[in-house]
T-cell receptor, first 112, second 114 residues
Framework: KAGVTQTPRYLIKTRGQQVTLSCSPI?????VSWYQQTPGQGLQFLFE???????NKGNFPGRFSGRQFSNSRSEMNVSTLELGDSALYLC???????????FGQGTRLTVV | GIQVEQSPPDLILQEGANSTLRCNFS?????LQWFHQNPWGQLINLFY???GTKQNGRLSATTVATERYSLLYISSSQTTDSGVYFC????????????????FGKGTLLTVNP
């Protein structure tokens, strides 16, 4: 069974640009969550999607958005990139809510 | 929100030694997981353990939910065990549900020397 797949693995963007990251969950999993990891703030929750609806959102500005498709694949978008958005972005999938979460390999975003 | 504290923050061992990592949390939880972050950044699942004891090879974990802590035991450590170990919890809300998000501790950086 394939794990959680995130693309791309690495990304370099310029301040002011926007970026879209993709996450394909484990087959059959319906809940997808996104986390940001930085050296200063650690791992922080961005948002959770279940059945194509955003169910919960962390304390991040509106520049961070996402969506989930009918096949449970998810994308997150960051607009007007800032240097502080440089981070490892991790996606997790679960069979359903309140069950074990499995993480992808992450997308390392560098904003220059 | 819920607070998650991991100790120690750093741990250096010689290969073959045993270790215990601790995770304290400030409120009741629906879910508790232990992860090992590999050098490439991926979080590898170790245990899904909201309560009780589990074992997987040289690793075992115990969560005492009523006392709000969890322990991760690593026996006969190997250099490949090096990395950061995270505890993450999903709090139980007073309303009876969950906020469906994991709150992570700051991690324990384990270094195993040959």
């Amino acid at each position: 069974k394939a794990g959680v797949t995130q693309t791309p693995r690495y990304l370099i963007k310029t301040r002011g640009q926007q970026v879209t990251l993709s996450c394909s969950p484990i087959s059959g999993h319906r809940s997808v969550s996104w986390y940001q990891q930085t050296p200063g703030q650690g791992l922080q929750f961005l948002f959770e999607y279940f059945s194509e609806t955003q169910r919960n959102k962390g304390n991040f500005p509106g520049r961070f958005s996402g969506r989930q498709f009918s096949n449970s694949r998810s994308e997150m978008n960051v607009s007007t990139l800032e240097l502080g958005d440089s981070a490892l972005y991790l996606c997790a999938s679960s069979f359903k809510r309140l069950t074990e979460a499995f993480f992808g390999q992450g997308t390392r975003l560098t904003v220059v | 929100g819920i607070q998650v504290e991991q100790s120690p923050p750093d741990l250096i061992l010689q290969e073959g030694a045993n270790s215990t990592l601790r995770c304290n949390f400030s409120d009741s939880v629906n879910n508790l997981q232990w992860f090992h972050q590999n050098p490439w950044g991926q979080l590898i699942n170790l245990f899904y353990i909201p309560s009780g004891t589990k074992q997987n090879g040289r690793l075992s974990a115990t969560t005492v939910a009523t006392e709000r802590y969890s322990l991760l035991y690593i026996s006969s450590s190997q250099t490949t065990d090096s990395g950061v170990y995270f505890c993450a919890v999903e709090p139980y809300l007073n309303s009876g549900g969950s906020n469906y998000k994991l709150t992570f501790g700051k991690g324990t950086l384990l270094t195993v020397n040959p």
